[in-house]
């Protein structure tokens, strides 16, 4: 256990001791150095920005085809009941015509 608390205190150190060599690293460079630096990052958030927005336009198109391709089995599904309702009725209509029929033949009998 104590040796755990060794090792994660010298990975601390460590790891203070790399940023405070980084930041004079930073210290020494020159000012020209260090705004190209920023500007290169500047950069490179701004292509991330671009590529963020085109991806977000993408996920909204998609996610409008999906809300069409819903529409779409949704009206299908009408069409379909409309065709049963038809179907239906014309059995019905079918049914009291040959109903008729069988009374006409019967009376003329």
């Known amino acids: 256990m104590k040796l755990d608390i060794k090792k994660k205190r010298n990975l601390d150190i460590e790891s203070e ?3 405070v060599s980084k930041d004079k690293e930073l ?3 020159k000012k ?11 950069e490179e958030i701004d292509t991330l ?17 999906l809300s069409k391709v819903g ?12 065709f049963d309702e038809a179907e239906k009725a014309a059995r019905i ?3 009291n ?4 029929y069988v ?3 019967s009376r003329e009998e």
């Open 97 to 100: 015509i040959r109903r008729q």
């Open 17 to 19: 001791q790399t940023e």
């Open 32 to 42: 020209k150095d260090i705004l190209e630096i920023m500007l290169r990052q500047g």
């Open 49 to 65: 920005r671009a590529r963020v927005a085109e991806l977000e336009a993408q996920l909204e198109k998609r996610e409008f085809e």
């Open 93 to 95: 209509y079918l049914e």
């Open 103 to 105: 009374k006409r033949t």
């Open 71 to 82: 529409s779409i089995a949704q009206a299908s599904l009408q069409v379909t009941n409309i």
């Open 27 to 29: 210290l020494k460079m």
